[in-house]
């Protein structure tokens, strides 16, 4: 069963802290992952999309890394803002005829001043 | 560039009763998704369209759920009859072509009393 796993579930950081966020999948057949950031009462915006061949992928302050083989990716926040608060939803795509997105169920980060 | 266009943003209605949601995709976008999202969870994918056509309408419980896209732009998705399980937020999302970025909209929570 295709499954995407994130942790931690929830975090709390200062502002301007750097923090990690992972995700562990065993989704196959592989063809890209994603995150995603949600804020509250609102739509997951799109932040990063790696393919297989990608290892890593940066949106501003965000970093996302992934290695194909151990099957992991990682989410880093580089100074964290308070407008970093949100939950970030990492989604795991397959290639096999349709695409078939599975979601992981989250992180919640609260950044706090 | 617009975004996803959702209506209504709030509803709230008892068990048995009957709603409808509306979806107004990023224009030029071909593919349009309704997704469901509970309380604490990611989103769930109920179905998927390619312009007019249904592409995948494997997780939509038929029995009581119905979607449509006329014309290829605007889609509709229907509950009748609603269960109190159906309480979520529900969510459209729209891409240019499959495995490209999905723009979301920001959903339509529904409760049911």
């Known amino acids: 069963k295709n499954q995407v796993e994130q942790s931690p579930q929830s975090l709390i950081i200062l502002e301007g802290k750097n923090c990690t966020l992972q995700?562990?999948?065993?989704?196959?057949?592989?063809?890209?992952l994603r995150w995603y950031k949600q804020d509250t009462g609102r739509g997951p915006v799109s932040l990063t999309i790696?393919?297989?061949?990608?290892n890593t992928k940066s949106n501003g302050r965000y970093t996302a890394t992934l290695d194909a083989d151990t099957k992991q990716s990682s989410l880093h926040i580089t100074a964290s803002q308070l407008s970093d608060s949100a939950s970030y939803i990492c989604v795991v795509g397959t290639n096999f005829g349709n695409e078939k997105l599975t979601f992981g169920t989250g992180t919640r980060l609260t950044i706090i001043p | 560039e617009a975004g996803v266009a959702q209506s209504p943003r709030y509803k709230i209605i008892e068990k048995r009763q009957s709603v409808a949601f509306w979806c107004n995709p990023i224009s030029g976008h071909a593919t349009l998704y309704w997704y469901q999202q509970i309380l604490g969870q990611g989103p769930k994918l109920l179905i998927q369209f390619q312009n007019n056509g249904v592409v995948d309408d494997s997780q939509l419980p038929k029995d009581r759920f119905s979607a449509e896209r006329l014309k290829g732009v605007d889609s509709t998705l229907k509950i009748q009859p609603a269960k109190l399980e159906d309480s979520a937020v529900y969510l459209c999302a729209s891409s240019h072509r499959v495995g490209q970025p999905q723009h979301f909209g920001d959903g339509t929570r529904l409760s049911i009393l």
């Open positions: 995700c562990n999948y065993t989704v196959s057949p592989f063809s890209n």
């Open positions: 790696m393919t297989f061949s990608e």
